[in-house]
């Protein structure tokens, strides 16, 4: 389902007429369909992401599947001092990090990451990447999770605007939709100074309690 304009205004917490005028002047993508413009809610997120700004959860809420951003990370873990001598090598350990059981999975993960690279990264700012809206990591026979890595060194990122990052979220989802209700909720959750306070200060307890904060329980 696309936006309207006034439904786009919504979730940015901005006026109709600011919408108007990023579509002019920055390039917020939308289509004219007889002779109204209509946002696709990805292309949305996607662009505001990038720009780092902020949009409403609720563009996803009605994806019941999608657990909250407290539940998601711990079901993905909390991982410290991964090995980041280099870019392959860390997405290799963040893969090895995650609880999955099936090794065919682990492996295709790998191969996933490894073929994207940095072109599935989006930097956030502060030394954090998320993963790019249309970059989906679909497994359906694994549940939905958010990993959170803290790399033991900077590593730049050539594709991404050479941005230097030293935390990754990594996403794994069973369908398109919830990637994009979690990612929604995460890019949501960063823009939060006390949750963004406690992924920079590595506490796992303090950073579920800012999450759990955010959503309400689990």
Known sequence: ?????AEAAS???ISDDQVYDWIEES???????????????????EWA?????DISPGAFEKERSAPTLAAALRA?????????????????????CLAIADEGDREMLRDILLARESTGVTPV?????????????????????ISLSYLDRTITL?????????????????????HLAMLARLAHALRDPEFRAAVRSR?????????????GPA
């Not at 796992?204 to 759990?212: C, K, M, N």
């Open 125 to 145: 700012g502060e030394g954090i990447a998320i993963p790019h809206v249309r970059a989906p990591i679909i497994v359906d026979s694994a549940g939905a999770l």
């Open 76 to 96: 993905g873990g909390i991982h410290q001092g991964v090995p980041a001598p280099n870019l392959e090598t860390a997405l290799r350990a963040i893969v090895d």
């Open 158 to 178: 050539a594709d991404a605007g050479s941005n230097a990052i030293d935390i990754f979220f990594f996403l794994l989802s069973p369908t398109v939709h919830v």
């Open 49 to 53: 992401t990038e720009r780092r700004i």
């Open 27 to 45: 390039a917020l993508p939308a289509q004219r369909i007889r002779g109204q413009y209509r946002i696709n809610r990805a292309e949305l997120l």
């Open 1 to 5: 389902m696309k936006l309207t304009i």
């Open 11 to 13: 979730l940015l917490g």
């Open 203 to 215: 506490n796992p307890e303090a950073i579920f309690r800012a999450a759990t904060a955010l959503e």
